[in-house]
């Protein structure tokens, strides 16, 4: 709902119609990032998101900015993509994120894509079946490399895990930057056109 959905009377005009309201907001602060204990005692602790999250920043990023954790999981239904482009575009989304975030990207997927992509963006593996990696049914081990840890030179750049602060990567930093930038640019240009337009019309 582009955050409409977070005011009052378009929740209840929502709810209405559908009987729910699709905002995928969690109550608590920590809701997107789930733990667990291996079966050699190491604890874990990854970043969840669901279905088109995917194709933005901020369900990755605002998690890693409240406390750290070890890679993201992606869980998605996409079966209406059939075997169009968009499935490639998923992938091509998860590689951004991962790459940005300095975390390895599981998307565990019923119907579309299913694979493990490295923090430098490298696909670990992809769960295929007949030389099908769509509409497939399969199963895929992978070791998913994790910070700190010797899979990936990115980790050695960062303290080990437990300082948020010190293991975000120079996006995850500056994204708020880049945001402003890219709505403040704009603005400015149109602010200029503006200006001279006035200038010449004097």
Request: net charge negative.
């Amino acid at each position: 709902m582009l955050g409409f959905e977070q005011i009052g009377w378009v929740r209840d005009v929502i709810y209405s119609v559908a009987g729910y309201v699709p905002d995928l907001v969690s109550g608590a602060d920590d809701a997107e990032t789930l733990s667990f204990t291996a079966r050699d005692g190491r604890k874990f602790r990854f970043g969840v998101s669901v279905c088109f999250d995917n194709a933005f920043d901020d369900p990755y990023t605002d998690p890693l900015r409240r406390g750290d954790f070890d890679f993201h999981a992606v869980f998605s239904n996409e079966a209406w993509f059939l075997r169009s482009q968009e499935g490639d575009q998923m992938v091509a989304f998860s590689r951004l994120i991962a790459i940005a975030t300095g975390r390895s990207l599981v998307r565990a997927t019923n119907s579309g894509i299913t694979t493990v992509i490295a923090p430098d963006g490298r696909e670990l593996g992809r769960v295929r079946v007949g030389g099908d990696d769509r509409e497939v049914a399969g199963t895929l081990r992978v070791t998913i490399p994790v910070p700190p840890g010797d899979a990936s030179a990115l980790f050695e750049v960062w303290p080990p895990a437990g300082d948020a602060s010190h293991s975000m990567t120079p996006f995850v930093r500056t994204e708020y930057a880049w945001i402003a930038l890219w709505i403040g640019l704009p603005l400015a240009v149109l602010a200029l056109l503006f200006k001279t337009g006035a200038g010449r019309a004097a």
